[in-house]
């Protein structure tokens, strides 16, 4: 329904006889906002409010006006009002539904944003209601998304998409969700194209970001479904696009030094990814396992050292370092080492094979 028709069937309704000057108050309050008069128009909205009290759509669009002014609390104080008079009043559903969500980005994370964002995609959601709107579509995917709800996000990212293909975030966002589902394949296939057409385009600021996060999503997702060519192409484009592209450095070096490929080239490569991020754990835990792949247990000790002081509860870097000391034959210190493991966060390690690794240690203990 046009706001015209709106406004004619609140005053044939009522009666009152102020529908011309509430009508014209209302366009008036547009033409202003338009010329950036937002005083004015805000003056207008409130006096077409005051001859017609019972029109959810006044209220809803000086939301709008404090919305895009900045004022949340006006904003979302004027979308209440919108629907105490119209519950069903989709664009009051979206201002509240869209200022919610900024408000809950500028929260410290904890049950009260969470509670901001919970509440800003029932209002989103209700908004969308057998319409389309790409603003709140991209805003309902991210929050659904940040709350964990990949069933909702995914289907309303993949909408969005349709009508923004290739639009950065909703790739993104769609790429993460695939990802954290587990379906590595819809992840390729969300991410390839993007790539390859980032890839294939001149080098740019704008583009640079997105392209190192598409490509390091896909090298990750085509390393999980064990296409290994495919993670060492893309990562090795990504380098060659940015030399000091440290994240890829090191992901492309420890994934050699792992399968035992190309060792001297491996720890060439996360040499280089720590020049850039000297005190990394991770970095420093990619260079002992490489040391240790290649044979130097005594070389590997010391990066692996460093690595555990700094991410002391990572039980796949002091897993590595008990093999270290294993391979040094210092039983007791990888003893120790497998122990911590065990009281970690157990983040990407095998329980049972530490178990067993630690009881062997102990045994060689004299």
Known sequence: MSVVSVLLSVALQSGAPSLSDAYFYFLQGRTLEGKGDVAGALAAYKHAAELEPRSSTIPAEIAGVYARAGKANDAIGEAETALSLDKDDRE??????????????????????????????????????GARDPGAEITLGRLDVKLDKL??????LRN????????????????????????????????????????????????????????MSLANAYQALGQFDGTERVLRELIQRNPKNDEALNALGYMLADRGQ???????????ALVEQPTNPSYLDSLGWAYLKQGKAAEAIDPLERATKIAEGSSLLQDHLGAAYFAAKRYKDAADAWTRALAGDRDGVDIAAITKKRDQARALIK
């Open 92 to 129: 009051a559903h979206r201002i509240l539904g869209l200022v919610q969500s900024a408000v809950a980005e500028q929260m410290r994370p904890g049950p009260q944003q969470t509670q901001m964002m919970t509440t800003a995609t029932g209002h989103l959601e209700e908004a969308l209601l």
């Open 160 to 215: 969005f998409l349709l009508d923004n293909p290739g639009y950065p975030e909703g790739v993104m966002l769609l790429a993460e969700s695939y990802e954290r589902t587990g379906d590595y394949k819809a992840t390729v296939d969300v991410l390839q194209p993007v790539y390859d057409e980032l890839r294939a385009a001149p080098a740019g600021k704008d583009d640079a970001e997105f392209f190192a996060f598409a490509g």
């Open 262 to 272: 190309k060792l001297d080239e491996a720890l060439g490569m996360i040499q280089r």
């Open 151 to 156: 069933d909702k996000a995914i289907p309303v």
